[in-house]
């Protein structure tokens, strides 16, 4: 995506391919703007802090948490960020961070200045990386607020689902979910604000504030789609794949409208020869 923080925006591909495949995800919608995440992020820390609760941040361990220590490193240099412990609670997600700190060579300039200013990019006071199973349980004995990120990002498995089980019942935390959810997982149901769902098998009432910011997402919206695919227009068929199917309409009746010839939404099993 265009504007994403850390990483260099993506080039345009060559125009005039034979075929080209295009998702579909946000088909049908766009994103807020990039430079209002921060602080959309700072308003639900702080109303989350001021309750005595903690923010749960169900996040993807490539990319997504990086993404979110990045912004809240961006509050805290602001003196935006409240003093609490940051702890991201997944060995996948952290040994992703060290990558990303070793290929300083795919930064951004905005990452390349950061990196200039102090030499890191996800440095954060009170973060907390816990790596074994007993470190990830003592934070559910943990009473006082903090920001928690721990994977998966659509809530289906690992340690996310033990932080859930403790605190959607509690009206003081905050669910904050910063990517897409499939249709039929836990996050998505979270998210569409069902009252009740079941969690390692234990009807649980959500309690808790579920938010959503969705500009976290690594999927680009329509028009930041639409950007990439106008200036690389194919000779052949469009192809769009990976949206749900009121989404993936959506935006092939949008690239009708702008002129694409020839727009197919892909099936499974459906051969295409340039």
Not at 142 to 168: Q, V
Request: a negative charge; one cysteine or more; hydrophobic letters at 40%.
């Amino acid at each position: 995506r265009p504007e994403t923080p850390i990483l260099r925006d993506p080039e345009p591909f060559p125009g005039g391919a034979d075929a080209v495949i295009a998702e579909s995800t946000y088909g049908n919608k766009d994103h807020a703007p990039q430079s209002e995440l921060p602080e959309e992020l700072r308003k639900i820390i702080y109303r989350t802090i001021a309750r005595g609760g903690k923010v749960i941040i169900p996040s993807f361990a490539v990319g997504r948490t990086q993404a979110v220590l990045y912004a809240l490193r961006q509050l805290q240099t602001a003196g935006k960020l409240p003093e609490v412990p940051v702890y991201v609670d997944s060995p996948l997600a952290q040994g992703v961070t060290e990558v990303f700190k070793r290929h300083a060579e795919c930064y951004d300039e905005a990452a390349e200045h950061v990196l200039a200013d102090d030499g890191a990019l996800f440095a954060l006071q009170g973060f907390v990386a816990t790596r074994t199973k007993e470190d990830s349980q003592k934070l559910n004995e943990r009473r006082e607020p903090c920001i928690i990120i721990a994977a998966s990002g659509m809530c289906e498995a690992g340690r996310i689902l033990h932080h859930l089980r403790h605190n959607l019942a509690n009206d003081r935390h905050t669910i904050l979910m910063v990517g897409f959810q499939a249709e039929n997982t836990l996050g998505r149901r979270l998210i569409d604000g069902v009252k009740f769902v079941r969690v390692f098998g234990q009807e649980m009432q959500v309690r808790a504030e579920v938010v959503s910011l969705n500009g976290f997402s690594a999927h680009g919206g329509q028009s930041e789609m639409y950007a990439q695919l106008d200036r690389s227009r194919p000779h052949g068929p469009l192809f769009l794949v990976h949206g749900e199917s009121s989404r993936i309409e959506a935006w092939k009746q949008f690239l009708d409208g702008k002129g694409f010839p020839d727009v197919r939404i892909a099936g499974a099993g459906d051969e295409y020869k340039c």
